[in-house]
Nanobody, 124 residues
Framework: VQLQASGGGSVQAGGSLRLSCAAS????????LGWSRQAPGKEREFVAA????????YYADSVKGRFTIARDNSKNMVYLQMNSLKPEDTAVYYC??????????????????WGQGTLVTVSS
């Protein structure tokens, strides 16, 4: 599976951005899809995931209620709508895929594929 993320940029605190990720390869619809991020000087952390059937979602506590993940299996796309952005959301965001449920995507060993990152900068 190949993952191509887009949609990063600079925004002021309280603003919104939507990230998109185009997935390609065999049986993409069988994979859980999601997002991880890495802030400057910090370890990579899980953000959100959605299961193969797009019914189940799972979020990190730090983004719950502000971010929404969705997927369109007809287009092999996954999206991350980010609202009420905070400076601490500044990071490189990576699209991820794994043969796992949304909840299990929260554990790094269950992630099979990583896309290139897209930078999100939130200024105060």
């Amino acid at each position: 599976v190949q993952l191509q993320a887009s949609g990063g940029g600079s925004v002021q605190a309280g603003g919104s951005l939507r990230l998109s990720c185009a997935a390609s390869g065999r049986s993409v619809s069988r994979y859980g899809l999601g997002w991880s991020r890495q802030a400057p000087g910090k370890e990579r952390e899980f953000v959100a995931a959605i299961g193969p059937t797009d019914i189940m979602t799972y979020y990190a506590d730090s983004v719950k209620g502000r971010f929404t993940i969705a997927r369109d299996n007809s287009k092999n796309m996954v999206y991350l709508q980010m609202n009420s952005l905070k400076p601490e959301d500044t990071a490189v965001y990576y699209c991820i895929a794994g043969r796992a449920t949304a909840r299990d995507m929260g554990d790094t060993p269950n992630i099979d594929f990583w896309g290139q990152g897209t930078l999100v900068t939130v200024s105060s």
